[in-house]
Structure formats: C-alpha cells, structure tokens
C-alpha cells in the first residue's frame, strides 16, 4: 500500500485560506474605512453649507437691521399719534356735550320753574330749583326723562317754603347723563335763572 502524506496540502490550503480571510477582513477594513470617510466628508460639507448660510442670514439680518429700527421708530410714532387722536376726539364729543346738556334743560324746564343749581359729578347730574307747585315739578320730572341726554331721573327731595312773601317748592332731583360726558370731568355749573 501506498501511503500518501496529505499534511503538506491541508496545510498549504490552511494558508490559501487563512490569507484569503486576511485579505477579505482587510478589504472589509479598507471598504469601512473609505466608507466613514466619505460620510465623515459628506457631512463636513454640510454643515460647511449650513453655516455659510447661516453667515449669509446674518449679513441680511445684519443689513435690513436699520429699517427694522426705523420701522420700530414708526411703530413708536404711530402708537404716540393713534393716543393723541383718541384724546382729541374725547375732547371734541365732550366739548359739545355740556352745551347740549344745557339746551335739553332750558327746553324741557317749563315756565314758573326756576334752576338755582346744576351740578356734575360722579353720582350723575344733580339739579336744584324752585317752582310754584308740585305738578309744575313732576312735569319737568317727565320732560327730563323723555330728552336723550338724561336717564333715571329721580326726585330726591321737595320741600314747601315761603320767600319774598310767596309760597314756594323747592326741589332737588338727580338723573344720569346718557352722552359720553364724563362725570368726573365735568365742573360744577352754577346757573340762577335758567327757565322761566
């Protein structure tokens, strides 16, 4: 019988392999390698790109700076001069206000009742007179509460009195004002006389 020694081939085909593994793992190491690296540049590109835009953002920004300035500035201005419009229409409705209010009262007072006071303030119009009688002073009640200047007219007190040798009532009554006159702007008003 022959024998045949196959150690020298099993181990020359243990070499071919194990150098053929190497050089898969080594390839396998190079491929990943260049493969990071690439990515790596890839990215390194990116964010190269998005800072370049982001400098170039800026440089706008940087640019339009005085006109966002300038248009806060006009803001400001526009703000300043929409609060002096509003007061000087406030002014002008109520400048005419207390002339309506005197005309509503000179109309509806009626003959034989005179006003010896008229007073403004935060409870509403407060207005004092005298007349020759009772009905004289709930027909001025009633007119003061048909005008479109006053509301919830209301009689605080009458009283009988003697002056000058005539029996007289006075009178005190209070109401609210329907216009936008401001209570706490309007002055006292003193008047003698109004009515007839």
Do not use: C
């Not at 835009?53 to 006109?67: E, H, K, V, W, Y």
């Not at 007289?168 to 007839?196: K, Q, Y």
């Amino acid at each position: 019988m022959i024998e045949i020694n196959l150690l020298p081939i099993r181990e020359e085909r243990r070499k071919a392999d194990l150098q053929q593994q190497g050089l898969l793992l080594l390839a396998t190491l190079i491929g990943s390698v260049l493969l990071a690296g690439g990515y790596h540049a890839v990215l390194l590109s990116s964010v190269s790109s998005a800072e370049s835009g982001t400098q170039q953002l800026q440089r706008q920004i940087d640019a339009f700076g005085p006109q966002l300035a300038q248009v806060e500035e006009f803001r400001t201005a526009k703000a300043e001069i929409e609060k002096k419009l509003a007061v000087i229409d406030t002014l002008d409705r109520s400048r005419s206000g207390p002339v309506h209010v005197l005309d509503e009262l000179a109309t509806h007072t009626p003959d034989r009742v005179w006003l010896t006071k008229l007073e403004t303030g935060k409870r509403g119009v407060g207005i004092e007179g005298f007349s020759l009688d009772n009905e004289l002073v709930a027909l001025f009640l009633t007119a003061l509460g048909e005008s479109p200047y006053f509301r919830d007219v209301e009689l605080e007190t009458t009283e009988l009195l003697e002056r000058d040798g005539l029996k007289l009532n006075e009178f005190r009554l209070r109401a609210r004002l329907s216009t936008e006159i401001a209570a706490d702007d309007a002055e006292d008003i003193t008047s003698a006389g109004v009515g007839g």
